[in-house]
């Protein structure tokens, strides 16, 4: 099946650290991919990658074949295709929960006022939080507003979701919950990439894992293989660390 | 009473209220040059602010420079040189309100500009990248996501600005435009009488910037 991302030989640099070196990876439609590694391991700047908040140095990034550095794509209708959740969920405090919502579906989508809201609406209950669609983010909890941080991004009805390390700015006893919304997204044949240090989900909902160790792919491959009969140094030694 | 003994104690109503009907005037008058001024800092300040942030380097150079001047030197020498340089090739003669109202109004654009770029660049770059994660354009997260948030950031140093701006308009009789400080000075020439005038000036220009204080607290709880 044709990838509905592509990424060949990315790299990319900040200043004279070189974050990412020669990154190549397909995403198969319908696939969960999750990126594990240390802490600046080039992670989220590949994820970034992925919709052009970071512009790679060399190499291309084509979503659902349309090249993102070709001359005369326009980035904002591919990354319209490409949801996108924060680690700080960057909800839009100036607006209440439900325009979080509508704002873009309206704008970009040019949905009426009317269809942009009962589809908030909707997806407001599946994340449990219908009753809040009149609050401003301010008012929510963490695990809260990166619920909402999810809708707003599904709202757009985009073809793959980028989630950056969703859990890792979250109190412990709201990962569960975000982490449950994920895990049905990923249920109903979402695509999607994840970064997180989440090893259970990573396990759990993986098709496939990445270890990423000093801006490279170190190793890849599905979660029993990975987690249990890691095939380099490197990977067993962080798993080591972390499980 | 002993001549004399007036300058302790003998504090002259009757001057003020000889000048009031032209203090009132001159106070009209202030008002009007700094809403003017106001308008125009306000509206050329966005234009320069954004041209400071832009990508094209000769015009970030050019706005830069702009801000520069206009902070780096003396207001009054900005009034005069605006009086008695610029305005007269223009319109042939000078023009004391009209000089007034540029110059103050030009000034408030360098310190407008620096709030608005001040204020555009404190909103967290997440709002942007949300934003942009979510298809929309550069002009589209700017007017919906990035300026709503960071005017009301703006609102206390543009109050600051709008009173300094009101104070400052009273440099302006320095070219001969009858506002509150012409008429006061002019009320110390007549009388010899330092307090009375100035004290009344005083008053006034309190007064003005006072009000003016409240309601952009007024304004900026509002927007909140």
Redesign the interface.
């Known amino acids: 099946m044709e990838p509905i991302i592509r990424m060949s030989g990315v790299a990319k640099s900040f200043g004279k650290n070189k974050v990412l070196h020669d990154i190549n990876l397909d995403v198969a439609p319908q696939e969960v991919v999750v990126v594990i590694g240390p802490s600046g391991s080039g992670k989220s700047t590949m994820l970034r990658c992925i919709n052009l908040l970071e512009r790679p140095d060399e190499g291309d990034v084509v979503i659902d074949g349309h090249s993102l550095t070709a001359k005369g794509t326009n980035i904002a209708d591919i990354r319209t295709e490409a949801g996108m959740v924060f680690q700080r969920f960057n909800l839009f405090p100036h607006k209440k929960v439900l325009d979080n919502l509508t704002l873009a579906q309206i704008q970009v989508r040019r949905r009426t006022p009317e269809e942009a809201k009962e589809k908030a609406m909707s997806l407001l209950r599946k994340v449990g939080l219908a009753d809040k669609a009149d609050a401003y983010p301010d008012s929510l909890s963490g695990g809260q507003a990166q619920r909402v941080a999810i809708a707003r991004a599904l709202a757009m009805d985009p073809k793959i979701m980028l989630f950056d390390e969703p859990t890792s700015a979250l109190d412990p006893e709201m990962v569960g919950e975000v982490l449950a919304v994920m895990k049905e997204l990923a249920s109903e044949g979402m695509t999607m990439v994840v970064v997180t240090h989440e090893m259970g989900f990573a396990r759990e909902v993986g098709d496939r894992i990445l270890f990423m160790e000093s801006g490279a792919i170190v190793e890849e491959g599905p979660p029993e293989q990975l987690f249990e009969r890691p095939r380099t140094e490197r990977t067993r030694l962080f798993l080591s660390k972390v499980l | 009473m002993k001549e004399g003994a007036g300058v302790y104690y003998a504090f002259r109503f009757d001057i003020i209220e000889d000048y009031l009907p032209l203090l009132l005037k001159g106070t009209l008058l202030t008002i009007g040059i700094s809403l003017a001024a106001i308008a125009i800092g306000v509206v050329l300040g966005l234009f320069i602010g954004f041209g400071k942030m832009a990508r094209f380097w000769p015009l970030r150079w050019l706005m830069s420079g702009y801000i520069n001047v206009f902070r780096g030197t003396p207001l009054i020498l900005q009034v005069l040189i605006i009086h008695f340089g610029v305005i007269p090739p223009i319109l042939g003669t000078t023009n004391g309100i009209v000089a007034a109202i540029l110059a103050l109004g030009l000034n408030c654009a360098a310190y407008s500009a620096e709030i608005y770029r001040a204020g555009i660049e404190s909103i967290?770059a997440?709002?942007r990248?949300?934003?942009?994660?979510?298809?929309?354009?550069h002009a589209?997260t700017l007017r919906?996501?990035i300026v709503?948030?960071a005017v009301?950031r703006m609102i206390p140093a543009f109050g600051n600005e709008f009173i300094v701006l009101v104070k400052d308009s009273s440099f302006v009789a320095w070219i001969a435009v009858p506002e509150i400080m012409y008429w006061a000075n002019a009320a110390k020439g007549q009388y010899y009488k330092v307090w009375e005038p100035y004290l009344a000036a005083g008053v006034i220009y309190f007064v003005l910037t006072y009000t003016l204080s409240k309601l952009l607290q007024w304004f900026e709880r509002k927007v909140k």
């Open positions: 967290d997440g709002q990248e949300a934003a942009y994660s979510l298809g929309m354009t589209q919906h996501i709503p948030q009301r």
